[in-house]
């Protein structure tokens, strides 16, 4: 089901469904150039100006909706509760306390009532559609732009080849509705841009172009390019490239990839119970015997909240979990997850700043580890939510990290493998590579000084920390933006220093302090040397060629 409308603005289909219609072109507006027929495959990527789905200002709205029916039934409370819970009410039966309601009818204003809230009705639909109307996106060869606004405008574009990835987001409502809303992911702050909403299969479609198109301009340095000429010849090319296709039969690169890992649910639950936050729940649930003991009553006001917040934080977490998987496509990187809201995300090669793999010291006992990353979000610096897909997983053994980390880092030639299990996570050993805490100030590092380190090599710097928390910290050089030295009053007494990788900023930490200063400085000229022939060589980020 695709989300194409005329350009009088109404589905030309009952279902939403329609052929390709005539674009929508706002006055003014100069015709973008249309992306390469070979890389697209849905009528609303074809470089003219389209509008979103028709249901979109009925969710965009429905907050606001919501908002006045709260209002209603807030000023309606005593009505409800007498006509529906009768027996908590101190008043006599049969009494219905003073309310809009009583004063409507009392004044006889009951047509007066109805026109004021259906003219407020009519005065939204018409806000409503006004909005999408003049709601209009584009998908040309070179960005996605989307323009909005009624009486002020506004025009946000996302140059193609700045993309970091491209997220499907299905809300519950939205689910029910078959629609899913697409956010392009920039390469800056407050970059990203939205779509919302389509239909789920439309918004599918437009993924995969728009991945394709990011990849496709390196198609077009080999002669690939929008089609031109007359109109025979098109019908020509068109007819060609049907051929063509019964030749080389259907086209599943848009299909959902099987999951290269499967989380059962029982770990899903038992790893959040084996968390900080349940000794968190422990050290309250101690608190409050002790002040129940000493008879402070006002302390046992906070049961209630606290308990409600640690069980909202368990259901979150243990729902956003479920339906998880993680699967290589051509386009790059494929992420789902979310039993109420489904988020799915492919991230492109070339987009992973930085990688983590670590094992809190309850998990050590299981055999069980998690993945975070730092990559670009394209989100604003007001924006204080937590990055979704930085746990790229959330738990899994050591076959499900092997198999994620080979997807999420390819370049990594075989021979530097055992820097990651063998002498990274589990290490150290024997022979360790690594440059460590030297013994003279291992009291800096009491618990961690043999596994605190670092290493690196023609690809990757490896960071080593941690005892009860084991940390592997993986930074590919061509992603570095650079490395420097950090020594403080303490680490000048003890020619100690901090070796710091500086990638983008996310919930992995690329530093690793305490190391001995000549080796810190060998590491800090080795890792520029490096990161610079590592970046002239990369390609990664030029997946189509």
Do not use: C
Request: charged share 20%; no cysteine.
């Amino acid at each position: 089901m695709t989300d194409h409308t005329g350009s009088d603005g109404r589905p030309t289909d009952p279902r939403w469904d329609p052929p390709p219609a005539e674009a929508v072109v706002p006055e003014g507006a100069a015709p973008g150039d249309a992306p390469p027929r070979a890389l697209v495959r849905s009528p609303l990527s074809d470089g003219e100006w389209q509008r979103l789905h028709p249901l979109t200002p009925l969710l965009r709205g429905g907050l606001f909706l919501l908002v006045i029916i709260g209002i209603i039934v807030a000023n309606l409370r005593e009505r409800l509760i007498e006509l529906f819970l009768p027996a908590v009410t101190d008043l006599p039966p049969g009494v219905i306390p003073p309310d809009p309601v009583d004063f409507i009818l009392a004044n006889n204003l009951i047509l007066i009532a109805a026109g004021g809230a259906l003219a407020v009705l009519i005065v939204l639909l018409v806000i409503f559609r006004l909005s999408w109307r003049f709601h209009t996106f584009r998908i040309s060869d070179d960005d996605v732009e989307v323009r909005s606004g009624v009486l002020f405008r506004t025009h946000r574009r996302a140059p193609l080849d700045r993309v970091q990835g491209v997220n499907l987001t299905r809300p519950m409502v939205a689910r029910l509705l078959g629609l899913a809303k697409l956010e392009v992911v920039g390469a800056g702050l407050d970059s990203n841009v939205k779509l919302e909403y389509l239909s789920a299969k439309a918004a599918e479609t437009v993924r995969g172009d728009i991945l394709r198109l990011a990849s496709g301009r390196r198609l077009a340095e080999r002669g690939v390019s929008s089609p031109a000429g007359s109109a025979v010849q098109q019908a020509a090319d068109a007819v060609a490239a049907g051929i063509q296709g019964i030749v080389d039969g259907e086209d599943f690169s848009d299909a959902e990839p099987e999951s290269i890992v499967r989380i059962p649910f029982g770990r899903l639950v038992a790893s959040r119970l084996l968390s900080g936050s349940t000794l968190m729940l422990v050290a309250l649930i101690i608190a409050i015997i002790v002040g129940a003991s000493l008879s402070t009553l006002w302390f046992l006001f906070t049961i209630v909240p606290a308990f409600l917040a640690f069980g909202a934080y368990y259901v979150r977490s243990i729902a956003r979990g479920l339906r998880y998987s993680i699967a290589p496509s051509p386009d790059g990187v494929r992420l789902t997850f979310g039993l109420f809201t489904t988020i799915s995300e492919v991230v492109p090669p070339g987009r992973v700043h930085a990688i983590e793999v670590h094992q809190p010291l309850l998990w050590r006992p299981f055999g069980w580890w998690s993945i975070s990353v730092n990559r670009l979000t394209g989100r604003g610096s007001t924006d204080s939510t937590t990055d979704p897909f930085a746990a790229v997983l959330p738990i899994g053994t050591r076959d499900d990290v092997e198999r994620v980390l080979r997807i999420l880092a390819p370049a990594l030639p075989p021979e530097e493998w055992s820097l990651v299990f063998r002498d990274g996570i589990l290490g150290p050993i024997d022979d360790d590579p690594y440059v460590v805490t030297p013994r003279r100030v291992r009291l800096l590092r009491p618990l961690s000084w043999r596994r605190n380190g670092a290493v690196v090599t023609p690809d990757a710097l490896f960071l080593r920390r941690g005892w009860v928390r084991r940390t592997l910290v993986i930074v590919p050089l061509a992603r570095l933006q650079s490395v420097g030295l950090r020594q403080g009053p303490l680490g000048r007494a003890t020619r100690t220093a901090t070796l710091a990788a500086h990638v983008i900023a996310g919930t992995v930490r690329t530093s690793v302090g305490a190391l001995d200063r000549d080796a810190a400085l060998t590491l800090f000229d080795d890792t520029a040397r490096a990161t610079v022939a590592a970046a002239a060589e990369d390609r990664s980020h030029r997946w189509a060629g």
